[in-house]
T-cell receptor, first 115, second 117 residues
Framework: GAGVSQSPSNKVTEKGKDVELRCDPI?????LYWYRQRLGQGLEFLIY????????KSGLPSDRFSAERTGESVSTLTIQRTQQEDSAVYLC?????????????FGPGTRLTVL | AQKVTQAQTEISVVEKEDVTLDCVYE???????LFWYKQPPSGELVFLIR??????QNEISGRYSWNFQKSTSSFNFTITASQVVDSAVYFC??????????????FGEGTQLTVNP
């Protein structure tokens, strides 16, 4: 299938280490989103990429979080000096365009555990 | 700021019962979109429906139906004759139309539905 893929599916790290999470969007989708889902909670928006426009980083919780996207392809979410509060499932979604009516297709997520 | 409230944290029903999941939203925009997603135990979110703010017509898809009422800012989801496979967390979400910053989804906290045989 040609859905959104994410890697790794699970990541266990020690407090203070850096981690990189990867997202492969659906081919041809111009918009890409990162969300965080803490245990038993809804999804929180982190960052949004649309084509070659400047990303919307307004949801990033601290400057330890950053993300990149090359063109309309792969995106990487980096968390530096991880804290236990960063433990969550990180979900990536893509949509054909960025407008509100566009359905977002979600990947399976990366479960991050910070010990 | 936009907000989505799903007051029901958990619902438990017996198979074949009808169940309604409530969703109330807040937004200052006149153009917005409402979504329902299903998150089964596998964790992957599955899109169920999208409605725009100008279309209050209710929708039925098989055993699923949705009731959108702008007057009460609600977008409720009903499953008729529930089945065990309907057991999942259901999320209501809202997106606004923003030209410059994309249309992030604002999610409710989710309702855990358990359908018992």
């Amino acid at each position: 299938g040609a859905g959104v893929s994410q890697s790794p599916s699970n990541k266990v790290t020690e407090k203070g280490k850096d981690v990189e999470l990867r997202c492969d969007p659906i081919s041809g989708h111009t918009a890409l989103y990162w969300y965080r889902q803490r245990l038993g909670q809804g999804l929180e928006f982190l960052i949004y990429f649309q084509g070659n426009s400047a990303p919307d980083k307004s949801g990033l919780p601290s400057d330890r979080f950053s993300a990149e996207r090359t063109g309309e392809s792969v995106s990487t979410l980096t968390i530096q000096r991880t804290q236990q509060e960063d433990s969550a499932v990180y979900l990536c979604a893509s949509s054909l365009y960025g407008q509100g009516y566009n359905e977002q297709f979600f990947g399976p997520g990366t479960r991050l555990t910070v010990l | 700021a936009q907000k989505v409230t799903q007051a029901q944290t958990e619902i438990s029903v017996v198979e074949k019962e009808d169940v309604t999941l409530d969703c109330v939203y807040e937004t200052r925009d006149t153009t917005y979109y409402l979504f329902w997603y299903k998150q089964p135990p596998s964790g992957e979110l599955v899109f169920l429906i999208r409605r725009n703010s100008f279309d209050e017509q209710n929708e039925i898809s098989g055993r699923y139906s949705w009731n959108f009422q702008k007057s009460t800012s609600s977008f409720n989801f009903t499953i008729t004759a529930s089945q065990v496979v309907d057991s999942a967390v259901y999320f209501c979400a809202l997106s606004e139309e923003k030209e410059t910053s994309g249309s992030r989804l604002t999610f409710g906290e989710g309702t855990q539905l358990t359908v018992n045989p």
